[in-house]
């Protein structure tokens, strides 16, 4: 073939080439102009929403279970009514947003609400929202918000392990006291948290129960006097891991046993 007409079709090529080039270019840029262009809202809030206070769960089935069922509040809450109104006035300073003129802001209490009831179901947020009468996009950002406020309010004063060998000491006591466990200075659990895959993780998060997850391991001690946590049993977190990959946690429950003297070593 002569080399003209082959330097012909090369440059021909060339030029097909650049036109698709410049219409795709051309589209990505209209995509990126469509999203950006404020989308006019064909209904600014759902009646059913604006009837919260008049048929919600906070306002309605709480109230009720508060008033004529505590046991039944502690069920659904995973906590009696004292412990919840005290959690919620500790988190109201943080979760307190301010009143605008478009419209007021959630009482703290439905946010705490809404994700003690997430924590402990596993509802989805979609399925929540027509309970609660709070769009799911807004569960979603309300739950993240208040386990944030519970870890800054609480992590001083909950995750403060020992620092001296009487502390420690202390520890071991308590558990001798009150469960009659000698030389035991916690006690660890796991549990596993469903997540999605992570990309390219292959079968890293996948778990025996069936289903992708990450483990939360807790180490407890032994509170001693009128205190009481995790549900009365007299227990409190000493500290928390989110993420381990140890396998002896799908064993359940655990008692770390050491001597005395080991404990010197740490």
């Known amino acids: 073939m002569d080399p003209a007409p082959r330097n012909a079709l090369v440059m021909l090529f060339q030029q097909h080439q650049n036109q698709?080039?410049?219409?795709?270019?051309?589209?990505?840029?209209?995509?990126?102009?469509?999203?950006?262009?404020?989308r006019v809202r064909a209904i600014w809030v759902r009646q059913w929403i604006n009837r919260?206070?008049?048929?919600?769960?906070?306002?309605?089935?709480?109230?009720?279970?508060?008033?004529?069922?505590?046991?039944?509040?502690?069920?659904?809450?995973?906590?009696?009514p004292v412990m919840y109104d005290e959690l919620v006035e500790r988190l109201t300073p943080t979760l307190t947003k301010e009143t605008t003129n478009w419209r007021a802001p959630l009482d703290p209490g439905l946010k705490v609400a809404i994700t003690?009831?997430?924590?402990?179901?596993?509802?989805?947020?979609?399925?929540?929202?027509?309970?609660?009468?709070?769009?799911?996009?807004?569960?979603?950002?309300?739950?993240?918000?208040?386990?944030?406020a519970i870890v800054h309010v609480y992590r001083e004063e909950m995750l403060s392990?020992?620092?001296?060998?009487?502390?420690?000491?202390?520890?071991?006591?308590?558990?001798?006291?009150?469960?009659?466990?000698?030389?035991?200075?916690?006690?660890?659990?796991?549990k596993h948290i469903a997540c999605k895959a992570p990309p390219n993780s292959g079968s890293e998060f996948y778990n025996y129960k069936g289903f992708f997850s990450i483990?939360?391991?807790?180490?407890?001690?032994?509170?001693?006097?009128?205190?009481?946590?995790?549900?009365?049993?007299?227990?409190?977190c000493l500290f928390i891991f989110l993420g381990v990959e140890l396998p002896?946690?799908?064993?359940?429950?655990?008692?770390?046993?050491?001597?005395?003297?080991?404990?010197?070593?740490?």
């Open 215 to 236: 483990i939360l391991s807790t180490s407890s001690v032994a509170v001693s006097g009128s205190e009481t946590f995790a549900f009365g049993l007299g227990l409190a």
């Open 161 to 190: 392990p020992p620092e001296t060998p009487e502390q420690w000491q202390q520890i071991t006591d308590d558990w001798l006291n009150r469960w009659n466990f000698p030389h035991v200075i916690g006690a660890i659990d796991g």
């Open 116 to 148: 003690l009831r997430h924590l402990a179901s596993g509802s989805k947020y979609r399925e929540m929202q027509y309970g609660w009468r709070v769009p799911h996009n807004t569960i979603s950002l309300i739950v993240r918000e208040v386990c944030e």
């Open 52 to 80: 919260r206070p008049q048929l919600g769960l906070y306002d309605r089935l709480m109230v009720e279970l508060r008033n004529e069922d505590p046991r039944a509040f502690k069920n659904f809450m995973r906590m009696p």
């Open 248 to 266: 002896f946690f799908d064993f359940g429950a655990m008692i770390l046993i050491f001597t005395l003297r080991n404990i010197d070593r740490y």
């Open 20 to 38: 698709l080039l410049q219409v795709q270019q051309a589209l990505d840029v209209r995509r990126r102009v469509r999203r950006r262009q404020r």
